[in-house]
């Protein structure tokens, strides 16, 4: 795939006709790091992070440069391919609340997504330098940040050469790099091989592998490569673009055995929602409509009289065993019902107990239709 490239840029170089976008490449540059830096975050942490770099501060009052870093930002934030002044002014007026800096950087609670927000601002002023010096950079990574291919075309606005002393990543022992300019293709064992002069919109271009070490964040194990300095050195002052580090954002087969015996244990899970259907991916479990859930007892105590039942077994309802005493008072033998004494004790005793054969009497009925405690309402769910 290396030589594929290659060739394809080398052709593009010696006819010098880039595909190099005209405007905000420095955006462009940003938003590529952004996106690919933040692989290893969560879903939540990206949120948070964007939205961060959003209201990193007023549009309205910004700088050219911090600008092109909030133009970036918008990018990131709302997946969208452009980035005008209207639309990132529009988006700050619906999302930062008339709030910009340090309330929405202090919502940043991890360090990695820290260091995601610091990475778009530093981009964009490195990145700024070198089209000072009319090197306008562009970049792509590939096999999940393994492979990244570094360019820059000099674009001046007057005609004259300019000397490129130095190109490359500053560690040639861990990034295996080839370089493409009008001077050909070659592997690159120091920094100073690929010293020449460009032409205006002639370009350079530099592939490199890096591999990718296992890492762990936040607990979790990742395949990451490191980070690379890629140095640029002209006439002028050194220019430097960090390009980070690129987390792979399928997780290790050890962690994910792991979360996949955590989801079969808990599919076994009952749990009380406070809905009327079951969330997605989980069903009604139907045995406990109606019915409270009682813990199975293991310890061999008389808790439950049924002892160490089968889950999932039922359990019929039941009042537990009791007898009823009725009070006396000296001869007046019960004193709640009226007539005499021989005649109340009939009412009270069964039919076959009773005084003189009288017959016997119920009570009259109260209460509701079952026995219940006080309870609330869900629905018991488990996962398909």
């Given amino acids: 795939m290396r030589h594929t490239k290659t060739a394809l840029i080398a052709g593009l170089l010696l006819n010098s006709d880039w595909a190099f976008a005209e405007e905000n490449i420095c955006v462009d540059l940003a938003t590529t790091i952004g996106?690919?830096?933040?692989?290893?975050?969560?879903?939540?942490?990206?949120?948070?992070?964007?939205?961060?770099?959003?209201?990193?501060?007023n549009y309205e009052?910004?700088?050219?440069?911090?600008?092109?870093?909030?133009?970036?930002?918008?990018?990131?934030?709302?997946?969208?391919?452009?980035?005008?002044?209207?639309?990132?002014?529009?988006?700050?007026?619906r999302e930062c609340d008339k709030k910009f800096g340090d309330f929405w950087r202090n919502q940043?609670?991890?360090?990695?997504?820290?260091?995601?927000?610091?990475?778009?601002?530093?981009?964009?002023?490195?990145?700024?330098?070198?089209?000072?010096?009319?090197?306008?950079?562009i970049l792509t990574m590939a096999e999940?940040?393994?492979?990244?291919?570094?360019?820059?075309?000099?674009?001046?606005?007057?005609?004259?050469?300019?000397?490129?002393?130095?190109?490359?990543?500053?560690?040639?022992?861990?990034n295996k790099c080839v370089v493409t300019s009008p001077a050909g293709v070659k592997d690159v064992k120091k920094l100073d091989d690929v010293a020449q002069s460009l032409a205006p919109t002639q370009g350079i271009s530099m592939n490199c592998k890096?591999?990718?070490?296992?890492?762990?964040?936040?607990?979790?194990?990742?395949?990451?490569t490191d980070e690379s300095i890629f140095t640029?050195?002209?006439?002028?002052?050194?220019?430097?673009?960090?390009?980070?580090?690129?987390?792979?954002?399928?997780?290790?087969?050890?962690?994910?055995?792991?979360?996949?015996?955590q989801l079969d244990k808990l599919k076994k899970s009952i749990v009380g929602f406070e809905a009327e259907t079951c969330p997605d991916g989980w069903e009604a479990y139907e045995p406990a409509y109606g019915r409270f859930l009682r813990g199975i007892n293991p310890s061999g105590s008389p808790v439950d009289p049924d002892g160490r039942r089968a889950a999932g077994s039922h359990q019929d309802d039941a009042i537990a065993s009791h007898a009823h005493s009725v009070g006396t008072s000296g001869a007046d033998s019960f004193s709640m019902a009226p007539g005499g004494a021989t005649q109340r004790l009939a009412h009270f005793k069964p039919p076959a107990d009773a005084f003189s054969g009288g017959p016997a009497k119920e009570t009259g009925a109260t209460g509701s239709s079952e026995t219940r405690p006080k309870n609330v309402a869900v629905l018991f769910c488990r996962l398909k």
Avoid: H, W
């Avoid at 601002?121 to 070198?130: E, Y």
């Fill in 61 to 93: 009052f910004a700088s050219s440069a911090k600008r092109a870093q909030l133009e970036a930002s918008y990018k990131v934030f709302s997946g969208s391919a452009s980035a005008s002044g209207d639309e990132v002014r529009n988006s700050q007026s």
């Fill in 144 to 174: 999940k940040g393994r492979e990244v291919t570094f360019s820059v075309q000099y674009k001046p606005n007057v005609s004259g050469d300019i000397k490129i002393n130095m190109f490359g990543p500053s560690d040639l022992e861990y």
């Fill in 35 to 57: 996106k690919n830096y933040s692989n290893y975050l969560s879903v939540d942490q990206q949120k948070v992070v964007q939205k961060a770099d959003l209201c990193s501060e």
């Fill in 210 to 224: 890096r591999d990718a070490r296992t890492r762990e964040i936040n607990g979790v194990k990742y395949k990451c």
């Fill in 232 to 261: 640029i050195a002209t006439s002028g002052p050194v220019k430097s673009i960090k390009i980070p580090r690129i987390c792979d954002e399928t997780i290790m087969p050890s962690r994910a055995d792991d979360l996949q015996s």
């Fill in 108 to 137: 940043i609670t991890s360090t990695e997504g820290r260091n995601v927000s610091a990475e778009g601002a530093s981009v964009i002023s490195q990145c700024l330098a070198l089209t000072n010096d009319a090197l306008n950079p």
